[in-house]
């Protein structure tokens, strides 16, 4: 097959279907070419056919093979009726994000989850903000580096992100009060999944967490340069922003949403993030259907522990959320709880586990010279004439000739 100018040739496939197993699946003697390809993904159906993903640099590539399971030879490692079998389907999954197919299919994302929202200037502020990402990461890294291009940030980066946004609009629906949402993205990194929100959201108030300062000053450069007014930074670690007086007067209790995107492990994360979020006014158990008090969004993939998957109120996988093909993306997007973090940063012991280098932590370690007080690094004791000298020897006698 002929794709954008290089050729894509193999040599051999050897595919072997065990019983219970699925399909083991062995690439061999592929060319040069195939070097920076990699086989992502198997998936056998009844009809004899299989789906695989050829990851290329900046585009994915979906080929299925049709396989006629009695002319085909699974065992002979040098057959070639594996890979010339059947008719091919190409299509470009990562589209050009300029493109009206880009734009109908944000539209169509709209028009599916019951947002109202003008869809050529949400486009069109997703793709400067694209822009702006690709143009900072020259300078700085905000995202990979690795085949980071304009279609790659819009499609792994920007759209995930706004995949999120008919999980926020709960929390604003399930508002009693109607009050602007409080959302703080811990981790943001290069500003996701928080700014593209920011843009799509401009009645809530977006507070982007980074313990990485140069990424912060990246992202309010961004932000000012898309005229984004309703986003502020916090350089610190979150487990030490509700710390002191001013921190728990602005941060603790405060959120009605905390934003995450696989930033380490949920139990560690929920431990963090917990005191942030917002709790209901009442006693009531706020794991209703109503769900008034905050609650935390995480973007992860993977397999997850029992204790932190019995506490899921809602789950949203992206290919699903963006109408893609399954499995184009392990991630997918969980919904938890005020309370459901907190039981899952005690019960995994990630709560006592906190250490905070922030004001409000006593240093524990005290100076026993000097009265007990701590003293400055290098500084002398005042010298106390009542306290004999420690010599290491006792029978010293002065002479004088």
Known sequence: HEV????????????????????????????????????????VRSTGTFRFHVVVPCTSISQTVAIDPDSASLDDPDSNDLATAGDSIIEIEESDPYSDQAKDKLAKFFEQN?????????????????????SWNRRLNLVSRKDCTAPVVY????????????????ARRNDDDGATLNIVDVGTGGGFPGLPLALLLPDARFTLVDSVQKKLVAVS????????????VHWGR????????????????????????????LPRF??????LLRRHDSDDDDRDE????GRLIYIIGGELDELVESRIARELPLDEALRREEGTSDKRALVFHTRDVEEIATESGEKGRIVRSGPGRKNKKQNNR??????ARGAWNKKQNDVKKQRGYDDFQRYEF
């Open 4 to 43: 954008d100018g290089d050729r894509i040739r193999a040599a051999s496939l050897l595919c072997q279907h065990r019983e219970g197993s699925g399909l083991c699946f062995e690439t061999m003697g592929f060319s040069a070419s195939w070097f920076p390809f990699i086989f992502a993904r198997v998936r």
């Open 114 to 134: 019951d947002i109202d929202s003008d869809v050529d200037s949400a486009h069109d502020s997703l793709l400067r903000l694209t822009e702006q990402v690709l």
């Open 155 to 170: 499609h792994r980066h920007v759209l995930p992100s706004v995949a999120l946004l008919p999980l926020v609009l709960d």
């Open 221 to 232: 450069e961004i932000a000012a340069e898309l005229d984004v007014s309703n986003v502020r």
């Open 238 to 265: 979150a487990e030490e922003m509700y710390v002191g007086e001013k921190g728990r007067r602005e941060h603790r209790g405060r959120y009605d949403v905390v934003l995450g995107r696989s930033v380490t492990a």
């Open 270 to 275: 929920c431990a963090w993030v917990s005191d």
């Open 290 to 293: 109503e769900g008034r008090g």
């Open 370 to 375: 000097g009265g007990g007080k701590k003293m």
